[in-house]
């Protein structure tokens, strides 16, 4: 293959990361969650986007999404690496409304969906597992542990969740 022949082959699937720049992704609900105004039961739910930029050619990014019955609101639980280079726990917790965010222009699948009163149980089990984690302070891309190192983690000590990671979920392993 000639030089100018690589150079654009090596534009084009450079343009064709998806969000080159995070600050304007979309970071817009999917709807693709059970509204917490409206879904009394308790709800866990197990969401993966393609990772950010050229990472999303080949792995994901995973968290879940706890809401207890009766709430107006989910809790997040996720692993991200930029809040450790910032000198943050990569492990964080926040509610909000809209679990279902696009992960920086990635929209969102849901990996597991669980209501009503065995989700209702396995949520405290999930907020100990969550408590737990041994690396909330530690981000590593490969292989772990990462995003989709503490969800893992998490069924593992939550095995009644039946969570199973996908392929795609790279660095799901570093938890056995």
Not at 50 to 56: I, L, T
Request: with cysteine; aromatic share 12%; charged share 20%.
């Amino acid at each position: 293959m000639n030089k100018s022949l690589t150079i654009v082959a090596l534009a084009t699937l450079v343009s064709a990361c998806s969000n080159a720049d995070w600050r304007t992704a979309s970071r817009e609900p999917a709807g693709i969650a059970p509204d917490p105004q409206q879904e009394q039961e308790a709800v866990i739910e197990v969401y993966g986007a393609d990772a950010f930029s050229w990472r999303g050619w080949f792995a994901i990014h995973t968290w879940i999404a706890t809401k207890e019955a009766g709430a107006s609101e989910y809790k997040v639980h996720e692993v991200v690496g930029w809040r450790v280079e910032r000198g943050q726990p990569a492990l964080y917790s926040y509610h909000t409304e809209t679990p279902d965010r696009y992960w920086y222009g990635a929209k969102p699948e849901k990996i597991l969906s669980l209501k009503g009163e065995q989700a209702a149980q396995l949520i405290p089990k999930i907020n100990q597992a969550v408590q737990n984690y041994p690396w909330k302070n530690e981000y590593s891309v490969f292989p772990g542990p990462n995003s989709n190192t503490f969800p893992a983690w998490v069924s593992l000590q939550v095995p009644e969740l039946g969570l199973e990671m996908p392929f795609s979920a790279i660095g799901s392993g570093y938890a056995n």
